[in-house]
């Protein structure tokens, strides 16, 4: 058997190697009472997971909100999972997942929880698309092979923003700050898997006076970035002078933003080009798993604000 220290040694490694451990959990049947679905969520936005306690509905509140509770003196919001994907479950509400994610802490009811699964991103598929966008991948559990196991991985931050909205507007051009001076036919190159995340990036790069591209994951950038390189050699150029930055989502399908990242810093053809990490995953283990693979900074989801100056400070070093 493994040791603890083990176990946590393995945990801490994965960010070096492509992988990552999934929350397995179930919500409830169909609309005929079959196919209780398998759905995920990352473990490192799950703070902790306790059974279901008593919850004070909130006068007013929007569809799917149960209420609150009062966990160790913090009042947390408590959403209703099923409600939101469109099952019922068998059992009842019986299990609440705190989580912690793009600055809040929120918790979400579902009927069980199965098991936690290590996984390679290369087993996760994109599925933009599905459940009306509440899905951003599917899982092969079991890996490569007929009749795994598929898991429906959530877009958590897409759920939270639609049930409460954020105060105010996503992108203020007051505060948003100066506009952001690339060189002449350079781009941000960014990558994020979720619609809603890829859609306030480009709202606020614009608002920046940034050209970008916008990829849906880190195996798509990592092309992309390839494809720009070979042309800049073509003409002579080094592939600085096309990408000014490159900006990343962390949790993405086939290649997260860890990886991407150190492709990036151990080739020496990128060695000019900066990599800003821009996640929903906060917490200072998060924050050093980034500084250990080489990223310039990292941005916690989502300020627009926070984001361009960022941008500013970064650029602004690499022009030096």
């Given amino acids: 058997m493994k040791s603890v220290q083990q176990e946590v040694d393995e945990r801490s490694n994965l960010t070096n190697s492509n992988k990552f451990e999934l929350l397995l959990f179930r919500l409830g049947a169909d609309a005929n009472g079959e196919h209780s679905e398998l759905f ?32 160790r003196g913090q009042i947390i919001t408590v959403l209703d999972l099923p409600g939101i994907v469109g099952v019922t479950p068998k059992t009842g509400l019986n299990i609440m997942l705190v989580t912690e994610f793009a600055r809040t802490t929120q918790a979400f009811a579902v009927e069980s929880v199965e098991e936690i699964v290590r996984l390679d991103w290369s087993q996760v598929l994109t599925a933009e698309g599905t459940a009306g966008g509440k899905v951003t991948s599917i899982a092969r559990v079991d890996g490569d092979v007929q ?23 996503d992108v203020d051009m007051e505060t ?42 880190g195996k798509e950038a990592w092309e992309r970035l390839n494809a720009i390189a070979d042309g800049a050699k073509a003409e002579g150029l ?14 993405m399908p086939e290649m997260d933003g860890f990886t991407l990242t150190r492709k990036i810093k151990q080739d020496a053809r990128f060695a000019k080009i900066p990599v800003v990490i821009h996640s929903s995953l906060s917490g200072k283990t998060n924050e050093d798993h980034v500084k250990g693979v080489g990223a310039d900074a990292y941005v916690a989801k989502f300020s627009a604000e926070d984001l361009a100056s960022t941008i500013r400070t970064v650029i602004g070093k690499a022009a030096a």
Avoid: W, Y
């Fill in 40 to 71: 995920g969520i990352n473990v490192f936005k799950i703070r902790e997971i306790v059974a279901m306690p008593e919850v004070t509905a909130v006068a007013g509140s929007p569809p799917h909100m149960l209420g609150v509770v009062n966990l």
């Fill in 147 to 169: 009749n795994t196991r598929l898991a429906q991985v959530l877009d958590v931050e897409t759920i939270l923003r639609e049930l409460v909205p954020p105060d105010g507007k």
């Fill in 176 to 217: 948003i700050g100066p506009k952001v001076l690339l060189k002449p036919g350079s781009v941000v190159l960014a990558a994020d898997d979720s619609v809603v995340a890829r859609n306030l990036i480009e709202k606020g790069l614009e608002a920046m006076g940034v050209h970008f591209i916008m990829t849906k994951s």
């Fill in 238 to 251: 080094p592939v600085s002078d096309r990408v000014a930055m490159v900006l990343t989502d962390l949790e």
